[in-house]
């Protein structure tokens, strides 16, 4: 069982890791393979091996398709269909998933069915109405294709909505089209999601741990803040917040203990079902009902699986050893859903019972229930490191300390005060919500250790995302370390983990540097490498109070590199664009010196000016605008760089238009020609002028743009003046990160993360025609 399931997983995993996939016709053989797989016994791996391949396949083939035809995007439509999931309403919208049915193609004609997508993710701005699940709606919504940032050590946001199924983002038209065409009695488990969520936030009140206690019992953990998820993360404790095996199990054991307590009041019923049996299909029920209320997480699912398992043994009278329920588990999970594999809870989830099972099964223990609970503790923070740095590139040292503290305080006191105090909300208010009172304080009480653990906490950072190799030798260094004592040479074990601990990142040469364009959408975030230090030129933007592009794209990008502290940083100018992530960068990482033009608006910044310059590594560093006592104002008043080095040179001029151009042609006419122009002010019709143009000389020019971006950049006569000059056209919006390293004599190969890291679920540059090139 155990073999097959890794084989079945294997077969997954080969599956999602293509660029492309292949024809859907090879999914005719998945029948061929599932009966070697059950009866030929021989071929027994290789056929698991297969299933799951063509399983992935024949799963990814459904999700993706229909896709949205590239002529829908940006247009008006009016559609017919369901809401789909729990609405989320913030300051500035309401966010939810919506399932259409029917497309209304012109007033008077009747509606068609929908043949696009299956699932959007939309998001309602303008006075939006009160939304419920199951709700059928005729919306006006403008839409476009999955697509996300793409930068190293981000996020993939365009995975992610794979894996949920959804094909299209979009948001509603203010139209007096919309409306509410019935009230569904569907989505029950969805209705029944949104009514606890209600009544807890009635019962709890604008408290600082309502999100986590509704993330306890409902998985909702949009309400938590980013200081608590940073505290959580810190700590190591952050899985406190996913619905696993700690919470089924409560409730699963709540089940249990109600079903002998009604079962056995009754001689009769005792008599046809023993009160084992009972109790163990209540237990599984009660087990069923939370996982389903709390969203049907990874986590939760293998849980479930495990107490469906565990208690089915008691049902039949068979004892199920915990490794096969664990391997099962995984099948089940990976059957109903394939791409669970890509997310890292999956891996964390099942390695974490794995690790426990391994390390801490058929072993005698001298200590009490105590030194097994810190045992288990010291064990699952050992097991995780390889993946702990491979997803965040840091692990918390203070994890076991922590844990061994947060785990029982809030398994034992605030989960069990959280569920009961749900489950009593909507029978007997006035007890479910001082429940919910007990368990927020006693929450309360455990924060303030928590804090004090993060604040000395130091983090083990990894130096950069390691090589596949090292992860591997840890994982068997990991399985010497927790072999039983007296087992010769489990030290031996550490030596497998040096590489991972010590993995050295590759940092250009003396002499050299390397410069990442990065993907922040409509904003400018770029990065300059050299062999010890590393310079920041502008944070990006601020999409909202708690998602700019600091702390989704820079401080990713900056751990996956290896750096722990970022030498200079320079913010252009003070345009939310090119400003935005600030804040969160500067709480993420150690700044050694801020530079912009507008000084007074970030506390501890000095100005910019011409003149200034310095060398590192072999690298020049030169401001070239503003000029002391200019009356440049505005997005003219930008910080313009220039890096240079034998192996070629690159120009960041920020948002300047024509005004600093024209100050600026006396000073890059003197400049050798530049080999990567950042282009000003976004590709804007108010820059680029041609003689700037002529005056650069740029080989390359990177254009940092959103997709379908509302002011249009860059402009199509823009782009005529930099191919009419012969350069090379790069966008982020269709390329993700733009990279290249300077080499002795040249630059690099310039690289497009898109292409580098490119799976068969992200957007392609082909999708919307090549870059514009002469």
């Known amino acids: ?32 393979a599932v009966f070697f797989a059950l009866f030929g016994r021989p071929w027994r791996l290789p056929a ?90 005729q919306l006006t919504v403008r839409l476009k ?26 948001y509603v038209r203010g139209k007096d089209e919309n409306r509410r065409l019935a009230i569904s009695t569907g989505q029950w488990v969805a209705h029944k999601r949104e009514g606890l969520a209600e009544a807890m936030d009635a019962a709890v009140g604008a408290t600082p741990f309502r999100g986590m206690l509704k993330g306890l019992a409902l998985g909702m953990r949009r309400e938590m803040d980013s200081s608590q998820w940073e505290t959580l993360r810190r700590t190591g404790t952050s899985h406190l917040m996913a619905i ?54 990874i986590p939760a699912q293998r849980a479930l699986v495990m107490v469906v398992i565990f208690m089915a043994g008691i049902i039949f009278a068979r004892r199920i050893p915990p490794g096969i329920s664990l391997a099962t588990a995984l099948f089940v999970v990976l059957l109903l859903d394939p791409f669970a594999a890509l997310s890292a809870g999956f891996w964390l989830s099942f390695t974490a019972v794995g690790v426990i099972l391994y390390a801490m099964g058929a072993r005698i ?21 390889p993946l702990s740095l491979v997803f965040f590139q840091q692990q918390a040292l203070a994890a076991p300390l922590a844990n061994l503290i947060a785990v029982p305080w809030v398994g034992l006191l605030v989960v069990p005060l959280t569920l009961v105090g749900v489950l009593l909300l909507l029978p007997l208010p006035t007890v479910g919500a001082s429940l919910l009172g007990l368990a927020e304080q006693i929450l309360a009480l455990l924060w303030p250790t928590l804090e004090l653990l993060a604040a000395l906490e130091p983090l083990h950072a990894l130096a950069g995302t390691p090589p596949l190799w090292t992860v591997i030798a840890s994982f068997f260094g990991i399985a010497m370390l927790l072999l039983p004592a007296g087992f010769p040479a489990r030290w031996t074990g550490l030596f497998w983990l040096l590489p991972l601990l010590f993995h050295v990142p590759d940092r250009p040469p003396v002499g050299s540097y390397r410069f990442s364009l990065l993907d922040v959408g409509q904003g400018l975030a770029a ?53 935005g992530g600030l804040k969160s960068l500067r709480r993420g990482i150690d700044i050694k010196h801020l530079t912009s033009s507008e000084p007074t608006r970030f506390p501890g910044a000095t100005p910019c000016g011409a003149g200034q310059h310095w060398h590192w590594d072999g690298v020049e560093f030169r401001i070239l605008s503003p000029a002391t006592g200019s009356l440049l104002r505005g997005n003219d008043r930008s910080c313009v760089l220039y890096v240079s080095a034998p192996g070629g040179s690159v120009l960041l001029p920020g948002d300047i238009e024509r005004a600093a151009e024209s100050e600026l042609l006396s000073i890059v006419r003197s400049l050798p020609p530049v080999d990567v122009l950042v282009a000003p002010h976004h590709g804007s019709k108010t820059s680029s002028t041609t003689a700037f143009i002529d005056a650069v000389q740029p080989g390359s020019v990177f254009f940092p743009v959103a997709y ?27 390329s993700g990160a733009i990279s290249f390293q300077s080499i002795p004599g040249a630059i690099g190969p310039i690289t497009r993360y898109r292409d580098e890291a490119r799976h068969f679920w992200n957007f392609q540059r082909k999708d919307i025609g090549p870059d514009p090139s002469p």
């Open 708 to 734: 379908r971006n509302r002011f249009r950049f860059p402009h199509k006569q823009v782009l005529a003046r930099y191919q009419r000059a012969g350069s090379r056209i790069y966008r982020t919006d269709r």
């Open 1 to 32: 069982m155990r073999s097959g399931t890794i084989a079945l997983l294997l077969g997954i995993l080969f599956c999602v890791g293509l660029a492309e996939l292949p024809e859907l016709v090879w999914v005719q053989f998945l029948p061929v």
């Open 244 to 297: 696993s095996g700690l919470h089924i199990g409560l409730v699963a054991a709540f089940g249990f203990a109600l079903g002998q307590l009604l079962w056995r009041n009754s001689g009769r019923l005792m008599l046809w079902l023993p009160v084992p049996r009972f109790a163990a299909a209540m237990a599984i029920l009660a087990a069923a009902i939370y996982a389903a209320l709390s969203g049907f997480a």
């Open 527 to 579: 990065v300059v490498e050299t062999h010890h230090r590393v310079l920041i030129y502008d944070t990006g933007p601020a999409y909202s109070v708690s998602f700019d592009a600091g702390r989704a794209v820079l401080l990713p990008f900056l751990r996956a590199r290896g750096w722990q502290q970022v030498d200079r940083l320079i913010v252009s100018h003070g345009d939310s664009d090119h400003a």
């Open 365 to 385: 223990s001298p200590g009490g229930i105590w030194w097994k609970w810190g045992r288990v503790q010291a064990v699952v923070v050992i097991g995780l490191l």
């Open 48 to 137: 698991l091996f297969t299933c799951g391949f063509l399983w992935a396949l024949l799963r990814a083939g459904w999700a993706l398709s229909p896709a949205l035809p590239a002529e829908l995007e940006g247009q008006d439509l009016a559609l017919i269909g369901t809401i789909a999931s729990v609405p989320v309403r913030d300051a500035r919208r309401v966010r939810f998933d919506f399932v259409p049915t029917q497309w209304i193609r012109a007033k008077h004609l009747a509606p068609i069915p929908w043949a696009g997508p299956k699932r959007f993710r939309l998001s309602w701005y303008q006075h939006p109405p009160a939304l419920h699940p199951g709700e059928r709606w």
């Open 145 to 170: 294709r999955p697509h996300g940032f793409r930068n190293p050590g981000g996020f993939d946001y365009e995975g992610w909505l794979f894996r949920e199924g959804i094909g299209a983002t979009g």
